[in-house]
């Protein structure tokens, strides 16, 4: 048997609990475990930045739309009215503003890069899912009209 990667969702204190389960409860453990999940205000700081590009406010529309159960990639770029060409670039500027912002090592998702400190992407017969974690998903709420405003008199680049 051989385990690649393993997602933990929980609290911390059931993170810790899990951990001596396997024998592994070391104080080490419980920095990662607090870092499961990204803190909001670096979250805020990843989308207020700078502004955000129509591409990414697009792929935040159709993710906070999508629900907690997520969006296929397919599903994703058909929603934002793009090719899935397109979302890989716009997923990938996504990351590179997430990796360029101050804080990512400290405040992000432990063990985590690029859009993965703010989705789980996940993969289901073949397909990748996109979801929003919580954090990501208030911030969203709390800004989502800008966006529709800011979307409206420009192109879809």
Same mark, same amino acid.
């Not at 998903?137 to 709390?142: C, D, H, M, Q």
């Given at each position: 048997?051989? /385990?690649?990667? @393993?997602?933990?969702?929980?609290?911390?204190e059931e993170y810790q609990g899990f951990l001596?389960?396997?024998?592994?409860?070391?104080?080490?453990?419980?920095? /990662?475990?607090?870092?499961?999940?990204?803190?909001?205000?670096? @979250?805020?700081?990843?989308?207020?930045?700078?502004?955000?590009?129509?591409?990414?406010?697009?792929?935040?529309?159709?993710?906070?739309?999508?629900?907690?159960?997520?969006?296929?990639?397919?599903?994703?770029?058909?929603?934002?009215?793009? &090719?899935?060409?397109?979302?890989? !670039?716009?997923? !990938? !500027?996504?990351?590179?503003?997430?990796?360029?912002?101050?804080?990512v090592q400290s405040l992000g998702r432990a063990?985590?890069?690029?859009?993965?400190? /703010?989705?789980? /992407?996940?993969?289901?017969?073949?397909?990748?899912?996109?979801?929003?974690?919580?954090?990501?998903?208030? @911030?969203i709420g709390e800004v989502l009209s800008q966006? &529709?405003? &800011?979307?409206?008199?420009?192109? &879809?680049?």
């Amino acid at each position: 048997m051989k /385990v690649i990667e @393993v997602t933990f969702e929980g609290t911390t204190e059931e993170y810790q609990g899990f951990l001596r389960l396997r024998g592994q409860g070391r104080e080490e453990d419980a920095s /990662v475990a607090s870092r499961l999940a990204p803190d909001v205000e670096f @979250v805020r700081k990843i989308i207020h930045r700078m502004a955000v590009p129509n591409g990414q406010s697009q792929l935040f529309r159709a993710l906070y739309e999508g629900g907690e159960q997520g969006l296929s990639r397919s599903e994703l770029a058909l929603r934002m009215g793009r &090719t899935e060409e397109q979302l890989s !670039g716009i997923l !990938g !500027g996504f990351g590179r503003r997430i990796q360029h912002t101050v804080g990512v090592q400290s405040l992000g998702r432990a063990g985590r890069s690029g859009v993965e400190h /703010v989705l789980d /992407v996940f993969k289901i017969g073949g397909q990748y899912y996109y979801r929003m974690l919580p954090e990501l998903r208030l @911030v969203i709420g709390e800004v989502l009209s800008q966006f &529709t405003e &800011t979307q409206r008199g420009h192109s &879809t680049e």
